[in-house]
């Protein structure tokens, strides 16, 4: 595998379920982001993380939990999330944090019934 | 007064024409500028990136960064329908603890 991968691609759940959304990066890389984008909207920075550390919460609710165990793996666990967080997540690693280009992965198209 | 505006359209061109995309900003400290594309349900994917100001070519693709106009572009030659997607501008300061400024992307549609 090459570049940035996300999984699941498509994900459904009710208001009440418990999901993880997992993004690996094989670029070498020591900063890693989630992303969110709804419809015509621009995309929104949740989180980042430079050398597992988290460097950045966008006031991002609690109902988003992220981890990041090491500099190439990558979650957002999700629990009693709401219609609105529907959205296509993505995730995206640089070298650094500090304005480097981002690769993106595919993302996660969510649903939330 | 966001920190980068950029068209939304959509922008519809017949296959072959010229296509100029445009993106302005208003903090003067951004050194860093990129161009990415969106293909419909897929991540964005890095087109051109320049630092500073000047012209940066390849292939089809022609990026520009007008820094005292505060005004980038992108002109892609005789487009093709494959070009249909979303194209969002980019740019950041390049110091510890900043991230990248998205616009909110340009739709474009090349018909055949």
């Known amino acids: 595998e090459t570049g940035v991968t996300q999984t699941p691609r498509h994900l459904v759940m009710g208001m009440t379920n418990k999901k993880s959304l997992k993004c690996e990066q094989h670029l070498g890389h020591n900063a890693m982001y989630w992303y969110k984008q709804s419809a015509k909207k621009p995309l929104e920075l949740m989180f980042v993380?430079?050398?597992?550390?988290?460097?950045e919460n966008n006031s991002v609710p609690s109902r988003f939990s992220p981890e990041c165990p090491n500099s190439s793996h990558l979650f957002l666990h999700l629990h009693t999330l709401q219609p609105e967080d529907s959205a296509l997540y993505l995730c995206?690693?640089?070298?650094?944090?500090?304005?480097?280009?981002?690769?993106f992965g595919p993302g996660t198209r969510l649903l939330v019934l | 007064q966001k920190e980068v505006e950029q068209d939304p359209g959509p922008l519809s061109v017949p296959e072959g024409a010229i296509v100029s995309l445009n993106c302005t900003y208003s903090n003067s400290a951004f050194q860093y500028f990129m161009w990415y594309r969106q293909y419909s349900r897929k991540g964005p994917e890095l087109l051109m990136y320049t630092y500073s100001s000047g012209n940066k070519e390849d292939g089809r693709f022609t990026a520009q960064v007008d820094k005292s106009s505060k005004y980038i572009s992108l002109f892609i030659r005789d487009s093709q329908p494959s070009d249909s997607a979303t194209y969002l501008c980019?740019?950041?300061?390049?110091?510890?603890?900043?991230?990248?400024?998205f616009g909110k992307g340009t739709t474009l549609s090349v018909s055949s």
């Open positions: 995206a690693s640089s070298q650094d944090n500090r304005g480097e280009t981002q690769y």
């Open positions: 980019a740019m950041s300061v390049r110091q510890a603890g900043t991230a990248l400024i």
């Open positions: 993380y430079n050398f597992k550390e988290q460097t």
